[in-house]
């Protein structure tokens, strides 16, 4: 297996965890990058927990050694498409993994997540790991 991924947040916690799937499949991957929406998430739960320096050390170094996407209006362009594509479905995906999806669309980066309602999102490449 190769290619290019961009990593859902559950993933992330699933390599802190030290799964051994996702390292195998990491270790084979060309290219894997992080969303700074990902961070986010990461550094609301650490600060949740009952480790928060521990935990912010762990995402920090991630966050250096990693190639971390931001938003920028194309991906919010791509956001209200997947938006509006979710709502005439009747299909309520929550809001940051919209964002998520839409900068996996804009980078045509395959999503590597294990949440199921990525796959109502007709243009978005995804993998469960």
């Given at each position: 297996m190769s290619g290019s991924y961009l990593?859902?947040?559950?993933i992330v916690i699933a390599l802190f965890?030290?799964?051994a799937v996702v390292e195998d499949r990491l270790g084979?991957?060309?290219s894997v990058f992080v969303p700074s929406i990902v961070l986010g998430e990461l550094y609301y739960g650490a600060?949740?927990?009952t480790r928060v320096q521990a935990n912010i050390g762990r995402i920090e170094e991630l966050a250096a050694q990693s190639a971390v996407l931001s938003?920028?209006?194309d991906t919010a362009r791509h956001y209200g498409q997947i938006k509006n594509?979710?709502?005439?479905?009747?299909r309520p995906?929550?809001?940051n993994d919209i964002w998520i999806a839409a900068l996996s669309i804009q980078h045509d980066l395959k999503l590597v997540?294990?949440?199921a309602h990525f796959a109502d999102v007709s243009e978005l490449g995804f993998e469960n790991w």
């Amino acid at each position: 297996m190769s290619g290019s991924y961009l990593l859902d947040t559950n993933i992330v916690i699933a390599l802190f965890a030290r799964d051994a799937v996702v390292e195998d499949r990491l270790g084979r991957a060309d290219s894997v990058f992080v969303p700074s929406i990902v961070l986010g998430e990461l550094y609301y739960g650490a600060h949740k927990s009952t480790r928060v320096q521990a935990n912010i050390g762990r995402i920090e170094e991630l966050a250096a050694q990693s190639a971390v996407l931001s938003c920028d209006a194309d991906t919010a362009r791509h956001y209200g498409q997947i938006k509006n594509e979710l709502r005439h479905k009747g299909r309520p995906v929550p809001e940051n993994d919209i964002w998520i999806a839409a900068l996996s669309i804009q980078h045509d980066l395959k999503l590597v997540t294990r949440d199921a309602h990525f796959a109502d999102v007709s243009e978005l490449g995804f993998e469960n790991w």
